[in-house]
């Protein structure tokens, strides 16, 4: 069974942890390097990615979440968790930083006040069955990809999940609706059941 972390220093980590549980991982916190060191794959929650780029540098995470991300690690980041894995933000905060890892530019909370909080079917590759419910928060949109990166899902024309090897984001929170799919195919791909370009 493959033990998963999900970065605890803010946002919304109890849900991951569930929802990994029910997709038959063992799901833990990850709040210190020591704890990064011992897991076989992480998801970055949704939150606010300034404070967890912050809480990142104060923790002594980010240079480690950097080389195991460099080095393969399986990583799931939604929302705020997307953009903490762009190499480039489009409008990023002065001193937010991120950990990279897919080759895309994401724009931050990209779909606007009025409708800062939404919900939307999604079809995403890769995802049998029905399309999953897509929870929107102050979502951001993924601007563009680089050659290597996979659109896995579009809504209204704008990129809302991606994968780049073992890299994948969304920009919606499928830990807050009960369906574990997405969660699965990370767990997949922590496995090792679902190599890249396999989708
Ligand atoms: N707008 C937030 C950010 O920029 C993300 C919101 C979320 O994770 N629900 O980090």
Redesign the pocket.
Same mark, same amino acid.
Request: some cysteine; hydrophobic content about 25%.
């Given at each position: 069974t493959p033990v998963i972390g999900v970065l605890a220093l803010q946002?919304d980590v109890r849900e991951h942890l569930i929802a990994l549980a029910a997709a038959d991982a063992v799901a833990r916190p990850v709040r210190r390097p020591e704890e990064l060191a011992e897991v076989d794959g992480l998801i970055i929650p949704?939150?606010?990615?300034?404070t967890i780029s912050k809480l990142a540098h104060l923790f002594g995470l980010m240079e480690p979440l950097r080389a195991r991300v460099h080095a393969g690690m399986p990583v799931y980041g939604?929302?705020?968790g997307m *953009?903490m894995l762009a190499d480039k933000i489009l409008d990023p905060r002065s001193g937010q930083e991120t950990i990279g890892g897919i080759d895309m530019i994401v724009r931050?909370?990209a779909f606007g006040r009025q409708n800062e909080s939404f919900e939307a079917a999604v079809a995403v590759q890769g995802v049998e069955g029905a399309p999953v419910e897509g929870v929107f *928060?102050?979502?951001?949109w993924v601007e563009s990809v680089g050659a290597s990166t996979e659109v896995l899902a579009e809504h209204e024309g704008h990129i809302v999940a991606v994968r780049q090897g073992n890299a994948l984001a969304t920009s919606f929170?499928p830990e807050l609706t009960g369906d574990h799919r997405l969660h699965g195919l990370f767990v997949d791909m922590v496995r090792g059941k679902d190599a890249p370009g396999s989708l």
């Open positions: 946002g949704g939150g606010e990615s300034t939604t929302c705020a *953009i931050r909370n *928060i102050r979502a951001p929170h």
